[in-house]
């Protein structure tokens, strides 16, 4: 039997080709507190009978100002470690001419970041979702791990 968590999100990863390059849309939390807080997936707590689909769609039009609306790849989930929280997350392909923006107070960045750079700067829970889209997308996901 899975372990019930407290809090519960959904979320994108977001990602684009550019040359042979992958990049994944990142967002940074806002606040003086969060300075030095790592980078994330758009993401965001279900409303009451929201589907995570639905969640994480409307959390990434709400931080980012991108709009989803292609089929999404689902993720999985990831747990934190420290914390009681489940985050779910599900690939899609950006738009084409996609521009994201800070659409949300809570954010204060956001950005394409090349895969390999994502991984070293995402919240380290986080990170097995880029490893994921790693297996999805059919790249080694050696490519994306950061050298110990």
Not at 100 to 122: L, Q
Request: proline content about 6%.
């Amino acid at each position: 039997m899975t372990e019930a968590r407290g809090k519960l999100s959904s979320g994108t990863v977001l990602y684009r080709f550019v040359g042979d390059a992958i990049e994944v849309l990142l967002v940074h939390p806002s606040g003086n507190y969060n300075r030095r807080a790592p980078w994330g997936i758009p993401k965001g707590a279900p409303e009451a009978d929201e589907h995570l689909e639905e969640t994480a769609r409307r959390e990434t039009r709400e931080e980012t100002g991108v709009d989803l609306t292609g089929p999404l790849v689902d993720l999985g989930h990831v747990d934190y470690t420290r914390s009681r929280k489940r985050v779910h997350g599900y690939a899609i392909e950006a738009p084409e001419g996609t521009t994201p923006r800070c659409a949300s107070w809570e954010v204060d960045k956001v950005e394409f970041i090349e895969i390999t750079r994502a991984r070293r700067i995402i919240h380290p829970d986080q990170a097995a979702l880029l490893d994921r889209l790693a297996i999805h997308l059919k790249i080694s996901a050696e490519v994306v791990k950061t050298p110990a």
